[in-house]
């Protein structure tokens, strides 16, 4: 009759185990979202609205690399596009948003 006892223990301790406290749950998720944020949503929008600063800063004669990769001069700016000078007597029109970086003057020379 021992193994009908133990039956009993096992089934008791079954109904016992159940999910939680709810409370647990919810802070465990704000946790997450909170982890997520600062580690991924909040430099993201930095990074963006720094970009989003740099692009409308940008004027005539700033030396910029593009996003992909060309370095040169800026000889127009207009509302949406920027004229750059890559080389003597080659000017590329591109998207201001294509401008990555501005360069420190007189880098081109240098290169």
């Known amino acids: 009759m ?17 999910q939680g406290d709810p409370m647990t749950s919810l802070i465990f998720m704000v946790v997450i979202f909170a982890v997520f944020y600062f580690l991924l949503i909040r430099p993201q929008s930095k990074r963006a609205k720094e970009h989003k600063q740099l692009v409308a800063a940008l004027s ?3 030396e910029v690399v593009t996003s992909g990769g060309i370095y040169g001069k800026l000889s127009g ?3 949406d596009y920027v004229e750059v000078d890559i080389a003597e007597g080659i000017t590329v029109k591109m998207q201001r ?15």
């Open 2 to 18: 021992s193994f009908f006892i133990s039956e009993a223990l096992a089934e008791g301790s079954a109904t016992t185990s159940g």
């Open 60 to 62: 005539k004669g700033d």
């Open 77 to 79: 700016v207009s509302d």
């Open 97 to 111: 948003q294509a401008v990555a970086s501005v360069l420190p003057k007189g880098t081109i020379k240098s290169l």
